[in-house]
């Protein structure tokens, strides 16, 4: 029944390994958004895809790369981790590309880098 | 220019009391503003939203107040109730590439039964 999933909920690694995310949607949405919501509660987008097209990369380190294996699916993998990528990620959709429509968000995944 | 700047960063309100979050913007191709409200352990939820050819919106307790001349907008919760108690976060969507929504740092607001 969720509508957008991540797994896991909880990342704890150590600094320097390699890690993904996952989310999925069934909302049937067009366009999905990874966000990184700091200590503080800030919350940033870093990529939006479209239709497995990615459309918005802000300006994120290369070590995080999103894959978009369909429209259903978009997961973060992070390269060589750093104790400042702990923050909370979230996964969104929404049902249209260029479109001021709702988002709808996971539950998040807490990644805490040791 | 794509910044969204939200007051206060926290807010205690009495039960029964009025909560009042403000918002400014400064880039005028935001065309979207919504609010969402995020409880501890969960993803942000759309409460509200409005765009900028209509001054006020209201949706049972909560009404949003648009001010496109001043670049401003501000959350109004009536009758607060301790269930509201959450972090509040204004927003403002421009299509840039894709459709972007800019966030601001958000509102803790606690609810005193």
């Known amino acids: 029944d969720t509508a957008v999933s991540q797994t896991p909920k909880y990342l704890v690694t150590q600094m320097g390994n390699d890690k993904s995310i996952k989310c999925e949607q069934n909302?049937?949405?067009?366009?999905m958004y990874w966000y990184k919501q700091d200590s503080k509660k800030f919350l940033k987008i870093m990529f939006s895809?479209?239709?497995?097209?990615?459309?918005i990369n802000e300006t994120v380190p290369n070590r995080f790369s999103p894959k978009s294996p369909d429209k259903a699916h978009l997961n973060l993998h992070i390269n060589s981790l750093e104790l400042g990528d702990s923050a909370v990620y979230f996964c969104?959709?929404?049902?249209?590309?260029?479109?001021?429509?709702?988002?709808?968000f996971g539950p998040g995944t807490r990644l805490t880098v040791l | 220019q794509q910044q969204v700047k939200q007051s206060p960063q926290s807010l205690i309100v009495q039960k029964g009391g009025i909560s009042i979050i403000n918002c400014a913007y400064e880039?005028?191709?935001?065309?979207?503003f919504p609010w969402y409200q995020q409880f501890p352990g969960k993803g942000p939820a759309l409460l509200i939203a409005?765009?900028?050819?209509?001054s006020e919106k209201k949706e049972g307790r909560f009404t949003i107040s648009f001010n496109k001349s001043a670049k401003q907008f501000s959350l109004h919760i009536m009758d607060s109730q301790p269930g509201d108690s959450a972090t509040y976060f204004c927003?403002?969507?421009?299509?840039?590439?894709?459709?972007?929504?800019?966030f601001g740092a958000g509102t803790r607001l606690f609810v005193k039964a």
């Open positions: 895809y479209n239709n497995k097209e990615l459309i």
């Open positions: 969104a959709s929404s049902p249209r590309r260029g479109y001021t429509d709702t988002q709808y």
């Open positions: 409005i765009r900028p050819d209509v």
């Open positions: 927003a403002a969507s421009i299509r840039d590439g894709g459709f972007k929504t800019i």
């Open positions: 880039n005028t191709a935001f065309d979207y």
């Open positions: 909302l049937g949405h067009d366009t």
